[in-house]
């Protein structure tokens, strides 16, 4: 993906990064998780019925200008442009949600960055349960602690990667992917199911996540989920509320129509 409005301090800048770019595993990871605590993953537009556009300089002005979010096409989009500003080594991979029974078509975006010679999974654009820092392709079948929350990779009888996160005692499936790269232009099926097909989960209800290092904010449809350290607290609020509590909880100040 390609914007020629990205500009390096102003991307700094909205996901509060301070200091320089260390070009390692720390330093790449800092540059994540800033991003990560300070976009939220969002399907406001969806919800709204827009087209979600995946160019390159509508995405830095949706979330770079605007101060918006988005989902994995943008948000893992934008932190492409930042590694390739950088000069870290990446391409994109295609995976398969299996977190919604039925929802099994390859409508996700990873990256597989080279740092350090080793190749990682980064991800900043799975919502509630995307992982906090890069991953190790090569620790496969090893428990990895992010924050409170615990995953790990493990091969398939297809050699896929297959991503999952522990909740409760039971390991859940997230997605699965190969590592064939794959052109930002073969992601606008995909993109242009998720935001307009009736099974789309995205244009079934409302989702923002908000990540932060105690846990997440989530609302879906009329809840707001705050987990801290593990354990989840739910708030009701009415529909004329909305605004109100994604400008608060999330930042998210939306245009007036």
């Known amino acids: 993906m390609e914007a020629e409005n990205f500009n390096l301090q102003q991307y700094l800048d909205r996901i509060k990064f301070s200091g320089e770019i260390e070009l390692n595993i720390e330093g790449i ?9 300070s976009v939220p993953f ?10 979600i556009s995946l160019n390159g300089d509508d995405i830095v002005n949706q979330i770079v200008n605007l101060k ?3 989902y994995c096409y ?4 934008l932190f492409s442009l930042a ?13 398969r949600p299996l977190v919604n029974p039925g929802q099994n078509a390859k409508t996700h975006l990873g990256i597989i960055a080279t740092i350090e010679n080793e190749d990682f999974l980064i991800d900043l654009g799975f919502g509630g349960n995307s992982i906090r820092k890069p991953l190790k392709l090569s620790e496969v079948a090893t428990e990895i602690q992010h924050d409170s929350d615990t995953f790990t990779l493990v091969k398939t009888e ?10 409760g005692q039971e390991w859940t499936n ?6 064939a790269p794959q052109r930002w232009i073969d992601f606008k099926p995909a993109n242009y199911y998720n935001y307009s097909h009736p099974d789309s989960v995205f244009t079934q209800k409302l989702i923002v996540v908000l990540q932060n290092p105690l846990g997440k904010k989530i609302v879906s449809k009329n809840s707001l989920k705050v987990m801290t350290n593990g354990v989840s607290e739910i708030f009701s609020f009415e529909d004329s509320q909305l605004n109100t509590i994604l400008e608060t909880e999330f930042n998210l100040r939306l245009e007036k129509s």
């Open 68 to 70: 918006r979010g988005g």
């Open 29 to 37: 990871t800092k540059l994540m998780r800033s991003q990560l605590f």
């Open 174 to 179: 997230l997605y699965s992917f190969d590592l």
């Open 158 to 167: 297809d050699n896929d990667y297959l991503l999952q996160i522990l909740i």
């Open 74 to 77: 943008q948000i893992n989009g």
């Open 83 to 95: 590694l390739q500003e950088i000069g870290i080594p990446h391409y994109y991979v295609a995976a």
């Open 42 to 51: 969002e399907n406001i537009d969806v919800q709204a019925g827009k087209v």
